[in-house]
């Protein structure tokens, strides 16, 4: 098992920058290819970004490449997703999730979870 629990989200305003951080806990961190999804009010949750179990591969959607990126401290047990230029749009619930066997797009392909982290972008 995997536990994993986000943080970091809040309102800001459009243009601002955030860093949401996920911490996990249980098995070998470093073990784990890590993603963020994020979820609309109304809207199915999608894929954000994906990170490769040693960090040398990354992977983005279109509408955030150029503006986030994603991270991991493996001493720390920590991935990191730092959002630049935020728009309305990226208002969501972001999560973030673990898996084995190299970083996927595919929300089902992921085995745990966290809880969520809110974060409003302001107009």
């Known amino acids: 098992q995997v536990q994993l629990v986000e943080s970091g989200g809040r309102l800001v305003q459009a243009g601002g920058s955030l860093r949401l951080s996920c911490a996990a806990s249980?098995?070998?961190?470093?073990?784990?290819?890590m993603g963020w999804f994020r979820q609309a009010p109304g809207k199915e949750r999608e894929f954000v970004a994906a990170i490769s179990w040693g960090g040398g591969r990354t992977y983005y959607t279109d509408s955030v490449k150029g503006r986030f990126t994603i991270s991991r401290d493996n001493a720390k047990n920590t991935v990191y997703l730092q959002m630049n230029s935020l728009k309305p749009e990226d208002t969501a619930v972001y999560y973030c999730?673990?898996?084995?066997?190299?970083?996927?797009?595919?929300?089902?392909?992921?085995?745990?979870w966290g809880q969520g982290t809110q974060v409003t972008v302001s107009s």
């Open positions: 999730a673990a898996k084995i066997r190299g970083p996927s797009l595919i929300l089902n392909e992921y085995d745990y």
């Open positions: 249980g098995r070998t961190f470093s073990n784990y290819d």
